[in-house]
């Protein structure tokens, strides 16, 4: 495979990285130049509400999507938000990663987190992980992930503590029948 946009990587378990340990990682972008991703199953012990009143925007604190906890998208740029979102057009700055799936990074979808305007589906993160040119394929190669295509279902349905073993159970895999070793025939 050539391009890893739009799939999920589950990290194996030999992963031991405190950022990447157990995690779930939806590509954004993968081209020549490298790889961007979002971490979508580390939660932050904060939540929207908190983010949102820091930031000093008016928000529904008694709403579902005010209650959700933050997550850490990943070590690059962690003061900067990315909404991973369902299809919702109107927003500054938007791009489609798929018919199923945005990512926002402009504050007006943040205004609209707790409102009747919001996105169906999101997952708020700080921070992003990347990756230079030929590195992601080189940790491939190493046995650091598994990859998957993108399903909303893991996404958006499952808890983050459900995320890893559900992407991994999605493959017909059971994470306890992993190894954390690497082997090559």
């Given at each position: 495979m050539d391009n890893f946009q739009n799939h999920l990587l589950i990290a194996m378990p030999g992963l031991d990285?405190?950022?990447?340990?157990?995690?779930?990682?939806?590509?954004?972008?993968?081209?020549?130049?490298?790889?961007?991703?979002?971490?979508?199953?580390?939660?932050?012990?904060?939540?929207?509400?908190?983010?949102l009143s820091q930031l000093q925007i008016e928000h529904d604190i008694e709403s579902k999507a005010a209650k959700a906890h933050v997550c850490a998208g990943g070590p690059v740029q962690s003061d900067r938000g990315f909404v991973l979102h369902t299809p919702k057009d109107g927003y500054?700055?938007?791009?489609?990663?798929?018919?199923?799936?945005?990512?926002?990074?402009?504050?007006?979808?943040?205004?609209?987190?707790?409102?009747?305007?919001?996105?169906?589906?999101?997952?708020?993160?700080?921070?992003?992980a990347g990756w230079s040119a030929g590195q992601l394929e080189k940790e491939m190669a190493e046995n650091s992930w598994l990859m998957i295509p993108a399903?909303?279902?893991?996404?958006?349905?499952?808890?983050?503590?459900?995320?890893?073993?559900?992407?991994?159970?999605?493959?017909?895999?059971?994470?306890?029948?992993?190894?954390?070793?690497?082997?090559?025939?």
């Open positions: 990285d405190p950022m990447f340990k157990r995690s779930v990682t939806y590509i954004c972008e993968h081209n020549a130049e490298g790889a961007m991703g979002i971490v979508i199953n580390h939660p932050m012990p904060v939540k929207v509400t908190e983010l500054t700055s938007s791009m489609r990663l798929n018919n199923d799936l945005m990512v926002t990074t402009s504050r007006d979808i943040l205004e609209k987190l707790t409102t009747e305007e919001a996105p169906d589906k999101f997952i708020l993160a700080l921070g992003y399903d909303n279902n893991i996404i958006f349905e499952l808890s983050h503590a459900e995320k890893w073993q559900g992407a991994a159970h999605a493959m017909g895999i059971e994470v306890w029948q992993l190894s954390p070793e690497a082997g090559h025939a």
